[in-house]
């Protein structure tokens, strides 16, 4: 049953400190690598908020209470010269009423930094307390069910639940204070008191192009309303995924039903679908390319959403919505970075590549580290997620961090980095969930069909030849890797879950073996597909 939670046991203050430093960290703290936010040379990787000042040398990690156990972890992240606005989830897999399941995702809050991250403030779901209707939270009040926009009042659901209105995106103006969230069915928030009270933000019905207060307009606010076909209105436009707020100023909101754009800060709109000449009208992710002079390029991913003759690939704008130009048909893509003319977009193919300012396209989707080219990518990893710091770009995936400083030609790979001896962890890390040993192998469990790729853990004090054994239960070797040239320091074997025939071993328990020239380890590995 999916969990319902009422806001009036939700009400708290507007904000809570949350910590007041950022503390040392192994490394990066998980290696699927969702959302990246960069500011000159720092890069911000979640889903547990790291932070690099160096290139990598050496991590940082907020040791904020709502992350702390890794229960939640980073959806959405802004990062701005020292302004840092972070949006918090949680995800959960909830029993429908046919037996089946549904994945759940749900707010867990913003985090705030005015100081690059070394204090912290939560900014909480709830409304106000004084039940004001016109200020809400990232969630309403029960009584928030009439909007006034322009000459009319809009009845509106409120949305007094958590589950399917996360912090998808977030975007903010350091300079203004002013604040925007994209929550899917609590659609576009914003908020101009740094996050202590929000304002529901009214988009164009599905079937409208364009939307303003003076044409005095009466249309229900909130999802498949009750009493009116879905063929006519099904307020797809209402489920926002993307903002952003460009270099002039204008807001780009994307949402299951297109892309929309407001110059007056949210009060006019202009709706684009696919009649328009996206590709498809489910929005997931705006990017701006700054042109110097030029009128900033406005990036969209399209997926398909409802109607005919919708497709995957990117569209862009370079006129401010008049035109808009397409690539990448058929791909499935998530986020853009910029370089000057140089435009890198990841997809679920791999990575893109333009260096002529996206008229053509290469496609990159093996990462070998530069340093160490037995570390690389694993085969069919995702990208998710790129940024650009003053001298890097820097790609999320599946299977850790990879970053380049070439424009993409070579890479270093950056991983879990916990480290066998977890004594002096920051709080952050859970101690039951590290601990003390020769070696460890990682997922574990480990499933060869969705996770490709096992590796197993060791450290070396002098460099050597290193073998690797995989026995089943009953100590019988079935598959061994042997010449394997071990460096001084934190080494990995991995290991894709096959017999030395290359058949697929059954699922069950497993042990592993790294033989090196004076030790043996042993660790157990156990194989759920």
């Keep these: 049953m999916i969990r319902r939670i009422l806001l009036t046991a939700l009400f708290t203050c507007a904000f809570t400190v949350q910590a007041q430093t950022l503390v040392p960290s ?37 040791n904020v209470e709502s992350l702390r156990g890794f229960d939640n972890s980073v959806y959405s992240l802004s990062v701005k010269d020292q302004s840092i606005w972070v949006g918090i989830g949680n995800q959960y897999t909830s029993t429908t009423d046919n037996n089946g399941s549904q994945t759940i995702n749900e707010p867990r809050g913003l985090l705030f930094s005015s100081d690059g991250g070394n204090s912290w403030l939560l900014r909480t779901t709830a409304p106000p307390s004084d039940n004001d209707p016109e200020t809400t939270g990232l969630i309403d009040n029960p009584n928030d069910t009439l909007i006034t926009y322009g000459s009319v009042r809009l009845s509106a659901l409120a949305v007094t639940v958590l589950p399917q209105s996360p912090p998808w995106d977030i975007d903010h103006d350091p300079d203004s204070g002013t604040v925007w969230v994209a929550g899917q069915l609590a659609g576009i928030r914003r908020s101009r008191d740094m996050g202590q009270t ?3 933000i009214i988009l164009p019905p599905d079937t409208t192009s364009y939307l303003a207060p003076e044409l005095g307009y009466d249309f229900p606010f909130f999802v498949q309303p009750v009493g009116i076909p879905e063929a006519l209105f099904e307020g797809l436009n209402f489920q926002a995924f993307s903002v952003l707020v460009d270099l ?7 949402t299951a039903g297109g892309l929309n754009r407001s110059e007056d800060g949210g009060i ?25 002079s030029l009128r900033p390029a406005i990036w969209a991913t399209n997926w398909p959403g409802r109607g005919r003759n919708q497709r995957y690939g990117i569209s862009v704008t370079r006129d401010g919505g008049q035109t808009f130009q397409t690539a990448l048909h058929g791909e499935q893509c ?6 000057g003319p140089r435009i890198y977009i ?9 260096n002529d300012d996206g008229v053509t396209f290469f496609v990159q989707n093996n990462f070998v580290d530069r340093n160490n080219p037995s570390r690389s990518s ?5 990208v998710y997620s790129v940024a650009v710091t003053d001298n890097a770009v820097w790609i999320g995936s599946q299977d850790g961090l990879f970053k380049s400083t070439d424009q993409g030609n070579s890479w270093e790979i950056f991983r879990t980095e916990i480290p066998l001896d977890p004594s002096g962890l920051a709080s952050i890390i859970p101690a039951d969930r590290v601990p003390q040993v020769s070696t460890y192998a990682y997922p574990n469990p480990f499933s060869p ?20 054994r995989i026995y089943d239960f009953g100590m019988t070797v079935v598959r061994e890797i042997m010449s394997i040239s071990g460096l001084i320091g934190a080494n990995e074997i991995p290991w894709d879950g096959t017999d030395d025939r290359g058949l697929k071993l059954a699922n069950g328990p497993y042990f592993y073996a790294v033989q090196t020239d004076g030790e043996l380890f042993w660790g157990k590995i156990l194989i759920v597909d």
């Design 26 to 62: 192994p490394g990066i703290l998980a290696n699927n690598i969702t959302n990246l936010g960069a500011s000159g040379e720092s890069i911000w990787a979640g889903p547990y908020l790291n932070v690099s000042h160096d290139g990598g040398i050496t991590w940082q990690a907020a």
């Design 198 to 200: 929000w304002e529901r």
């Design 248 to 254: 002039e100023g204008t807001v780009w909101v994307g």
């Design 268 to 292: 006019r709109w202009h709706h684009y679908t696919s009649e328009e000449g996206l590709l498809g009208n489910w929005v997931v992710s705006i990017e701006q390319q700054d042109r110097g």
């Design 334 to 339: 998530y986020d853009f970075a910029f370089d």
């Design 346 to 354: 990841v997809c679920a193919r791999g990575l893109y590549r333009s």
């Design 378 to 382: 694993r085969e069919g990893a995702s």
């Design 449 to 468: 069909s969705s996770d490709r790729l096992i590796r197993i853990r060791y450290d070396l004090e002098n460099s050597q030849e290193v073998t690797l």
